[in-house]
């Protein structure tokens, strides 16, 4: 798919299987996010890596049929990365996660320096920034991109204990423009940046946050109530839409994807939170975080 402006859109991090009690389904917040981005037409590239084994070729191969273009490394000193996915009675999902795999060891190079530097948009977390390797990667790349409001730089921090920091967390936040949280993280988040969370008033601490860090947007996500998108032009609240669960695998990915998206194709804050909150509610209603678009 092609979008006529040639935007580009990045996605940083892991690429892993997820093994969920049905089978291995590809996985990783990068793959959600690019996916769902691609289907708006516009160009998407996965950086990361993945191993010279057997779930590495299908890993790629299922980026392939997909459509997502990518710089994924093939390393033979680490294994692909996987996932035990378990979920509970609602579907929500549990997951204990294969540390020093292939993700963790995304190497740099002048491939991705020439990318970063034609980025209109990329989006990282706190999961891929466990490892001194990826993360210096990670830096690099936000380092290389145009220094401007108008080039987004997306923080989706998707708390993943033990693999975060206070420190990590505070130096992302320095480096992105928008940010992205659930209501569970912001007072997470709060106390790790040294923001008074205001008791009972999360807008209060949402917006202290935003201030704080001179922030384009803050996108917060209350699970099955309601999302907030906080930006300096004033604040859009949605309730969340009441669907049949299948899971919510992969809702959050496919909620900031929309909103990236819709925003590069020059939409309106409350436009843009309003696509972004039907794609994650489709996607609640489809088993797997990458069900096909209609």
């Known amino acids: ?130 490892s001194p390797t990826s993360r210096q990667t990670i830096l690099n790349f936000l380092n290389a991109m145009p220094d401007d409001s108008r080039h987004l730089r997306i923080f989706d921090v998707n708390l993943r204990a033990p693999y975060w920091s206070s420190n990590i967390v505070a130096e992302s936040l320095e480096s992105c423009n928008i940010l992205k949280l659930n209501d569970e993280e912001l007072p997470v988040v709060a106390s790790a940046v040294k923001v008074t969370a205001k008791a009972g008033n999360q807008a209060a601490t949402a917006l202290a946050i935003m201030e704080k860090y001179a922030l384009r947007a803050l996108i917060l996500t209350c699970g099955a109530r309601e999302s907030y998108i906080f930006a300096p032009e004033g604040t859009s609240r949605l309730a969340t839409p009441h669907v049949r669960v299948a899971d919510t695998v992969g809702a959050g990915d496919s909620f ?39």
């Open 256 to 294: 900031t994807a929309a909103f990236t998206a819709s925003i590069l194709l020059g939409r309106t804050v409350a436009e843009a939170h309003e696509s972004a909150v039907e794609r994650a509610a489709y996607v609640c209603t489809r088993h797997g975080a990458t069900p096909p678009v209609p």
């Open 1 to 130: 798919m092609t979008h006529s402006g040639n935007i580009t859109v990045v996605a940083l991090g892991e690429i892993l299987w997820d093994m969920l009690p049905e089978g291995k389904r590809l996985g990783g917040a990068p793959a959600n996010f690019a996916y769902h981005v691609s289907s708006y037409g516009i160009e998407t590239a996965v950086v990361s890596a993945v191993g010279t084994d057997n779930l590495g070729r299908d890993a790629l191969e299922a980026m392939d049929a997909r459509h997502l273009g990518g710089y994924i490394a093939q390393l033979s000193t680490h294994p692909t990365g996987t996932v035990a996915v378990t979920l509970d009675k609602k579907g929500v999902p549990s997951y204990k996660i294969t540390e020093n795999v292939a993700w963790d060891f995304i190497p740099w190079s002048s491939h991705l320096e020439k990318l970063a530097a034609k980025t209109d948009a990329v989006c990282f977390g706190t999961l891929a920034q466990r």
